[in-house]
């Protein structure tokens, strides 16, 4: 009788562990060329002075801007165009340096919970390791006279923030450090120990995108021979830059507040070393911080960051604006980069969103685009679908085109229901069963169009009415459903032979 027990808990149990199989699914990495992922990865926005602020190196998401990320933050901010969500992380004191590095478990979770914020809207997300480099005043210091201690710790850092997220599909990219100042043997000591800890924990980051920086992540790096780390897949290596104009963009007077046409050619000369250099022999580069501070001068710059945005869309580079999150209406000027209310998830400064997207999706030269430019709006969007079924994990492209065509009103996409369907720039992806609507519109606001889009089969209800499909994250299988029904009858059989024995017996 006990083989009979041991034989059926052996199948309830090999049939439950079959049953939560697909929580256990390592997501599929999608492997796209570099000009397919700058593509993808569209315009980018960074969730400065966050995860990155600190007190001494203790982090905390408030302590340099007041307000808590929320799914709904991250909602607006993709729903206004960008596609790339930058999370710089400072790490600091929730690194345990007596325990392996280990870092401290409710800070890694809220870091995953922001993370997921922008991967459920389809976002790419890009995290670092921030200000723990900062003016080689803690403890990644490039400039340390014995680096060895510095580099083990980097790895050990490195290799507890990989085993986090080594499951995760392609919309993870890992850059492994922000503005740490050193000589090149010493960068790139540490950018080759970066790749070579995430590579080692394996599943998807084998083959994951990471960004690699120079000096001071400083534009003037961007020079032929740079040493890029040895990888064990190829192209698999961004790399990472940032780009600020001193006088009119960082310096907090209000004696240079106009970006003009000779600027913009200078911004070209500086920007097309990274061409030169990267993207033209297929190395990707994202511009991972570039703005201006607020003088006052919205026209200017608006008109500096669509011509930024033009000449990486132009450059095959992706540029992520840097907002801190300070702003305060009270003050005129009030020198800070932020262009949306981290509150309410609107914009500060409309025209500055507006323009980033005319510049990163609209086609054209850099000498094309002009100081407060006439929109023109678009009176009508037309899709080439208005009806999609899907299965999980599906992808399909929808067009629109519109009109009049003289237009530069963009077109921007979202979802009702990202849970069912994502979408960016008429890419849309299945994400699980049910209905949802895509919507094509106009950043203006003046028209609107959408696709439905099914995904999976619409399930059957009491009365023969259909109802969508409901996303259960722990579903089962009807065979492995039919497996713990056998089990559990096997379970009862088995019982019922014992007492029927017994009773004979008695």
């Known amino acids: ?137 803690w403890w990644l210091n490039a400039a340390a006279e014995d680096l060895e201690p510095v580099c083990r710790k980097f790895s050990g850092v490195w290799k507890n923030i990989a085993a986090e997220f080594k499951d995760y599909d392609e919309h993870l990219i890992f850059e492994s450090m922000n503005e740490v100042n050193g000589g090149e043997e010493e960068i790139n000591k540490l950018n080759q120990a970066f790749v070579d800890t995430v590579r080692a924990t394996g599943s998807n980051n084998a083959k994951r995108w990471l960004s690699i920086p120079g000096s001071g992540a400083n534009i003037g790096t961007a020079y032929e021979g740079f040493p890029f780390p040895k990888d064990t897949i190829e192209n698999r290596l961004f790399f990472a830059v940032h780009y600020y104009d001193g006088a009119m963009g960082l310096t907090e007077t209000t004696d240079i507040t106009e970006w003009k046409k000779t600027d913009s050619k200078n911004l070209k000369i500086q920007l097309q070393s990274l061409e030169r250099v990267f993207t033209k022999k297929g190395i990707p580069v994202i511009l991972g911080e570039y703005g201006c501070i607020d003088k006052e001068n919205t026209a200017d710059r608006a008109y500096f960051n669509e011509v930024t945005a033009r000449l990486c869309r132009n450059m095959g580079v992706v540029p992520v604006y840097w907002d ?124 609107q169009s959408s696709v439905v889009v099914q995904v999976g089969e619409e399930k059957q209800v009491d009365g023969g009415e259909k109802e969508d499909g409901i996303k259960t994250a722990n579903a089962r299988k009807p065979l492995q459903y039919a497996l713990l029904v056998i089990g559990i009858g096997a379970v009862f059989m088995a019982g019922a032979g014992i007492m029927k024995n017994r009773r004979e017996t008695d």
């Open 1 to 137: 009788m006990q083989s009979i027990f041991a034989g059926a808990a052996a199948f309830l149990f090999l049939a439950g562990s079959n049953a939560g199989a697909d929580e256990k699914e390592i997501p599929d990495f999608k492997e796209m060329t570099a000009q397919e992922m700058v593509q993808d990865m569209g315009a980018g926005w960074n969730l400065g002075n966050t995860l990155d602020g600190h007190n001494d190196l203790t982090p905390g998401e408030t302590a340099w801007q007041g307000v808590v990320t929320t799914p709904e933050l991250i909602k607006s901010v993709h729903d206004m165009g960008f596609q790339t969500l930058r999370v710089p992380v400072t790490w600091g004191t929730m690194i345990d340096d007596e325990n392996d590095y280990a870092i401290d478990k409710e800070w890694m979770k809220r870091v995953k919970e922001i993370v997921g914020y922008g991967i459920k809207e389809g976002m790419y997300v890009i995290i670092n390791i921030h200000h723990d480099g900062a003016d080689s005043a």
């Open 324 to 447: 801190n999150g300070y702003h305060d209406e009270a003050k005129k000027p009030d020198y800070g980069f932020s262009l949306i209310n981290r509150e309410t998830g609107e914009a500060w400064y409309p025209e500055i969103v507006h323009a980033i997207m005319r510049g990163a999706y609209l086609d054209g030269t850099y000498q094309e685009v002009v100081k407060n430019p006439t929109v023109v709006e678009a009176e009508s969007i037309t899709l080439s679908k208005e009806k999609l079924t899907m299965e999980a994990g599906a992808q399909e492209e929808v067009s629109a085109a519109a009109l009049p065509k003289n237009s530069n009103d963009v077109v921007l996409w979202k979802s009702q229901d990202e849970s069912v369907a994502t979408v960016f720039s008429g890419k849309i992806c299945a994400v699980g069963d049910g209905k949802t609507e895509i919507i094509a519109f106009s950043q203006s606001g003046s028209v």
